[in-house]
């Protein structure tokens, strides 16, 4: 016999009752985004791997370990193309701004829902294929943008009742030049400390050594207690920015904390990075991050544009509110009304009857009874799938165009015209 086949390590199956949980979620978020503005765009799971590995940076875990991919043939079957699997969607988004004109001298307020891939050991919170929501701003240069987006995401979490449960950790990481500077002390401090360092930390410590700052080794961060100091080696530029950008925030009344270590895993970032972080899921503590990333667009081909963004990732969102907020639940009932039918015509005459009721409130979950069955199995059918009203439809009411209506919540019953169908029933359900 056969053995069934599994979906892939890492890659989950949602389930309805799962899905009805998330849409309600996301419903919450996309309502909030259109409040500030912002526009959904909609791009490909697959893109050209060079657009990862000059975003992202070529001595990223991402790059160098996550990234699912492929050689793909192109149509002359001669050349041969490196494709990969998005494992994250801020170059994507940049790559459609360029292609498209969207980008230069203009303010774009863009966000994106969709499934990424990292090839990862998976866990809590933490899969292969994963759902992000993001949203990214280009055009606008100010704290006052960056502040802004982190005051959406405030709303977020008070909309999904969570905000006790999530902490903002703040920095800045300055310009490139500052970071260059930065990586001089840090890398000639780090070689004074080499043997006390990790393989991984030794591994990052030339060629990405501010990850280092990133460790999860408690004798590491305690080693880098007297390791230089970012903030020391900031830019005034990036001072200043920093400093309108808490100012901006405390007038909010957004509570955070000034993290000196975080510096993000991603090459891009600049000035301002952000986390929102938890320590209600274990290991996996970043809900929400982001920054800016001014120098991104010009690096990937289009002209200078400032940019700031950031991306959450959705997994992660509905354990917490799950866990957090028992209150925040989805309705587990898949129709409003149940259309039981019965004699020789009845399955013809409740079809068109519940292609009516749809066209006259299309708001409205209808679900028409198939297979036959007696009046009780019929009604137990409803009740299986949460209808608030069936609609009684026999011999006699299609005769008297007529239709029974019964509330499945008082056990009243009543016959009405199924010209007044629609009036009623609107009337039942509110």
């Known amino acids: 016999m056969a053995k069934n086949i599994q979906a892939v390590r890492g890659m989950n199956d949602y389930l309805p009752a799962d899905t009805r949980v998330w849409q309600k979620i996301e419903a919450v978020l996309k309502n909030i985004l259109q409040g500030y503005s912002f526009s959904e765009i909609r791009t490909p799971i697959v893109e050209h791997t060079p657009l990862f590995s000059r975003a992202i940076g070529e001595v990223t875990d991402v790059v160098e370990k996550e990234m699912y991919t492929f050689i793909d043939r192109q149509e002359s079957d001669k050349e041969q193309i490196s494709l990969t699997l998005r494992p994250e969607n801020t170059a994507g988004c940049v790559r459609a701004g360029i292609e498209h004109g969207l980008l230069y001298n203009q303010e774009q307020r863009l966000w994106y829902i969709g499934p990424m891939f990292r090839h990862e050991r998976p866990q809590k919170g933490r899969y292969r294929q994963f759902h992000q929501l993001g949203a990214e701003v280009f055009g606008l240069a100010g704290p006052d943008i960056d502040a802004e987006m982190i005051m959406m995401t405030a709303r977020w979490w008070r909309a999904l009742g969570i905000s006790e449960h999530v902490t903002l950790e703040l920095n800045s990481i300055g310009s490139l030049d500052a970071r260059a500077r930065y990586r001089e002390a840090l890398v000639a401090f780090l070689e004074q400390h080499k043997e006390k360092l990790d393989e991984d930390c030794q591994r990052r410590m030339y060629t990405n050594p501010m990850r280092v700052l990133d460790s999860k080794n408690r004798d590491v961060q305690t080693l880098l207690n007297d390791a230089p100091k970012l903030f020391d080696y900031l830019d005034d530029e990036s001072r200043e920015h920093f400093d309108g950008l808490c100012k901006l925030l405390d007038a909010a009344g957004i509570q955070y904390r000034v993290n000196q270590r975080l ?168």
Not at 270 to 292: D, K, P, Y
Not at 338 to 357: H, T
Not at 391 to 404: A, K, M, S, Y
Request: some cysteine; charged content about 20%; proline content about 2%.
């Open 263 to 430: 510096v993000r895993g991603l090459d891009y970032y600049n000035r301002t990075v952000f986390e929102w972080v938890t320590t209600a899921l274990g290991s996996q503590g970043t809900v929400c991050a982001g920054g800016r990333y001014d120098g991104l667009v010009e690096q990937l081909g289009g002209r200078a544009t400032p940019a700031v963004g950031f991306a959450m990732g959705m997994e992660r969102m509905v354990l917490l509110v799950k866990d957090l907020n028992p209150s925040f639940t989805a309705d587990e009932s898949v129709t409003d009304v149940y259309l039981a039918s019965f004699g020789e015509n009845s399955q013809k005459a409740a079809l068109l009857l519940a292609e009516q009721v749809r066209d006259a409130l299309p708001t409205l979950r209808v679900m028409t009874n198939h297979g036959g069955g007696n009046f009780k199995k019929q009604l137990a059918r409803a009740d299986k799938h949460g209808a608030k009203i069936a609609l009684i439809l026999g011999d006699d009411e299609i005769l008297n165009n007529q239709v029974g209506v019964k509330d499945l919540r008082t056990g009243e019953q009543e016959t009405v015209s199924q010209q007044q169908l629609a009036q009623r029933l609107t009337e039942l359900l509110g």
